[in-house]
Nanobody, 125 residues
Framework: QVQLVESGGGLAQAGGSLRLSCAASGRTFSSNAMGWFRQAPGKEREFVAAISYRIGGRTYYAEYVTGRFTISRDDAKNEVYLQMNSLKPEDTAVYYC?????????????????WGQGTQVTVSS
């Protein structure tokens, strides 16, 4: 079992930056691929970014965040991060951290086994 707790959400202006953190506890974290998803009101949960376990730390991004967001992980601290730059109002959503019982990241939310409670990100225009 893996427990995930997100932090770092809040209010930002368009063009600004936020850094989300996800702290993992429980089973060995470093063997899990990790992902970030988001859900805006009235919309389905959508993929944001993922990072594989080792394998060179391969990363995956949704096209709407490529070049603006960066996912990274620190296995020594059992944490994964999402650096969000050049924020847009359409980035407003609850952001969720997820862990997968597999080495490779995935863009499919149903392939993740553990989820955090989410952290709200609001971007004002």
């Amino acid at each position: 079992q893996v427990q995930l707790v997100e932090s770092g959400g809040g209010l930002a202006q368009a063009g600004g930056s936020l850094r989300l953190s996800c702290a993992a506890s429980g089973r060995t974290f470093s063997s899990n691929a990790m992902g970030w998803f988001r859900q805006a009101p009235g919309k389905e949960r959508e993929f944001v970014a993922a990072i594989s376990y080792r394998i060179g730390g391969r990363t995956y991004y949704a096209e709407y965040v490529t070049g603006r967001f960066t996912i990274s992980r620190d296995d020594a601290k059992n944490e994964v991060y999402l650096q969000m730059n050049s924020l847009k109002p359409e980035d407003t959503a609850v952001y969720y951290c997820a862990a997968r019982e597999a080495a490779y990241g995935s863009r499919q939310y149903h392939q993740y086994d553990y989820w955090g409670q989410g952290t709200q990100v609001t971007v004002s225009s």
